[in-house]
């Protein structure tokens, strides 16, 4: 005897659709970045196409903030160019690794008949605050020395 398949709409809470509302804005943010964006050749700055101001640090001291590149690494990541976004800025392309894990996490949860929300709550989150915190360091520490040295 098989098993019924879930039905997706019943049985979750209130903050499963929100996740799933958020997954769904984070790629949608990702297609809007692919496709409205143009990677600036410098390496930094594409956030500017957004309205967003240029980086402070970049304008006083010419020395780049941890943020420096990830745009720009997002949006090249989206487009396909996958060696320039790793080059550019390696956190943003982790970052944009991270937004598709999220989508596809959520997506595949739900339609398995998972509450979401149940679910991130059995996610140990400091492994990955620290795996985020030294990859953002480590990007920073690269685009340091691209901008510096390059």
């Given at each position: 005897?098989?098993?019924?398949?879930?039905?997706?709409?019943?049985?979750?809470?209130?903050e499963h659709?929100?996740?799933?509302?958020?997954?769904?804005?984070?790629?949608a943010?990702?297609?809007?970045?692919?496709?409205a964006?143009?990677?600036?050749?410098?390496?930094?700055?594409?956030?500017?196409?957004?309205?967003?101001?240029?980086?402070?640090?970049?304008?006083?001291?010419?020395?780049?903030?941890?943020?420096?590149?990830?745009t720009t690494?997002?949006?090249?990541?989206?487009?396909?160019r996958?060696?320039?976004?790793?080059?550019?800025?390696?956190?943003?392309?982790?970052?944009?690794?991270?937004?598709?894990?999220?989508?596809?996490?959520?997506?595949?949860?739900?339609?398995?008949?998972?509450?979401?929300?149940?679910?991130?709550?059995?996610?140990?989150?400091?492994?990955?605050?620290w795996?985020?915190?030294?990859?953002?360091?480590?990007?920073?520490?690269?685009?340091?020395?691209?901008?510096?040295?390059?």
């Amino acid at each position: 005897m098989e098993a019924a398949p879930p039905v997706l709409w019943a049985g979750r809470s209130r903050e499963h659709w929100l996740i799933l509302l958020l997954a769904a804005g984070a790629l949608a943010g990702l297609a809007v970045l692919g496709l409205a964006l143009e990677p600036d050749a410098r390496g930094v700055g594409t956030h500017e196409q957004l309205g967003l101001r240029p980086c402070l640090t970049m304008e006083l001291w010419n020395v780049p903030c941890p943020g420096c590149g990830v745009t720009t690494s997002v949006t090249l990541a989206t487009q396909g160019r996958f060696l320039d976004a790793l080059k550019n800025q390696p956190f943003g392309f982790a970052v944009w690794l991270f937004v598709l894990g999220f989508v596809a996490w959520a997506a595949l949860g739900h339609l398995r008949g998972r509450d979401l929300w149940e679910r991130l709550h059995a996610v140990r989150a400091r492994p990955w605050l620290w795996a985020g915190g030294v990859l953002c360091v480590t990007g920073w520490i690269y685009k340091l020395w691209l901008v510096r040295f390059s």
